[in-house]
């Protein structure tokens, strides 16, 4: 384990209160009270339905067109929180989308991309659309403008090939980044497998061969995460869109084969144009729960120093912390 993430597990950072009195979405509008006109907007809804999906994405006002990539976790074979085939079907195939992913750095059961597509098979995903491993076939470089880790993004050599981008998140906790959510799906989601190494180095190293003994400092890997993120936005313009579904709140990524159980409750469903504020706006919901349950998750968040993540794309220009939620309930 890495210096920086021992010191930050050691100091653990406090913890944010609840606000009493008020439910989540109404303390997380209230931590945005005084805002601008070009604030960022969340759309959120308690319900988890096919429909709900469908609603927020309307909700946007950006029509997915052309080849639409359609970026999920098809999640590791013995874990079980993924978002379901059930739940996205209606809206994939709404957007004509294909579901895309790429191979892991790890030696997992989606290491590579024989293994990765029967994943994808045995959890259902193929069945509702069809499946890109966008690194099957190798992998080509993003440029990015503004790093200070990496000079580029690595990623599946497929991805150029799409229009329009859905970056379909499931919000959870993670063992390394403390949370998961559209930042992360899209930096570590659409990297190659050598690109994930190259993130997770921070900057230093393009294979998995010797990724565990070239681990960044925590803050450096977060920062090069955010910096990944940012390259996809930049590629993709005004031909993205940002979707979350907040349930099963482990505080274990679906890259887990055996994840800890979920301690506190569903939350809802959020989307925005902004990757930045809907991360943010999905912490600030766990934060201000009143399900005292949510102390597992952000103690995982804030030990890891997960939202420095948040810290670093917003000075680099991918996003704004602050928002306006708007409930569709």
């Known amino acids: 384990m890495n210096k920086t993430l021992v010191a930050v597990l050691a ?7 609840c606000a009493k009195g008020k439910n989540a979405e109404n303390a997380a509008m209230d931590n945005n009270s005084e805002q601008k006109a070009d604030t ?7 319900e988890i339905s096919p429909e709900a999906i469908i609603k927020l994405y309307k909700a946007l006002g950006r029509e997915a067109k052309g080849n639409v990539a359609i970026k999920i976790s098809t999640g590791e074979p013995g874990g079980h929180n993924f978002l ?21 750095a790890y030696q997992g059961k989606r290491f590579t991309t024989e293994d990765h597509r029967r ?6 995903f193929t069945a509702i659309a069809p499946v890109d491993i966008m690194d099957a076939e190798g992998e080509v470089k993003l440029p990015l403008e503004g790093g200070e880790h990496l000079e580029y993004d690595i990623v599946g050599s497929h991805y150029p090939d799409y229009d329009f981008t859905v970056i379909l998140s499931h919000f959870k906790g993670h063992a390394m980044g403390g949370f998961g959510g559209a930042v992360k799906n899209m930096s570590i989601g ?17 294979t998995p061969d010797s990724l565990w003994t070239n681990l960044a400092d925590q803050d450096i890997f977060l920062e090069s995460m955010a910096e990944a993120a940012k390259a ?15 349930n099963n709140l482990s505080v274990d990524c679906d890259c887990d084969a055996s994840p800890e159980d979920p301690q506190m409750h569903d939350i809802g469903i959020l989307a925005s144009l902004d990757p930045v504020a809907l991360d943010k706006a999905c912490t600030d919901l766990v934060r201000n729960s009143d399900d005292p349950g949510k102390v597992h998750l952000i103690e995982r968040i804030d030990s890891r120093h997960g939202m420095h993540t948040l810290e670093h794309a917003e000075k680099i220009g991918l996003g704004s912390q602050t928002y306006k939620l708007v409930t569709l309930d």
Request: with cysteine; proline share 1%.
């Open 40 to 46: 960022s907007v969340v759309y959120m809804t308690r």
């Open 232 to 246: 996809v936005a930049d590629h993709c313009g005004d031909s993205i869109l940002y979707i979350s579904v907040a």
């Open 190 to 206: 659409i990297a190659s497998s050598n690109g994930k190494s190259y993130i997770h180095s921070g900057g230093k190293i393009a």
């Open 11 to 17: 100091a653990a950072l406090a913890l944010t209160g």
């Open 84 to 104: 379901q085939p059930a739940l996205i079907t209606d809206f994939v195939k709404l957007t004509n989308g294909t579901i895309v992913e790429c191979n892991t």
């Open 119 to 124: 994943a994808a098979e045995e959890h259902g």
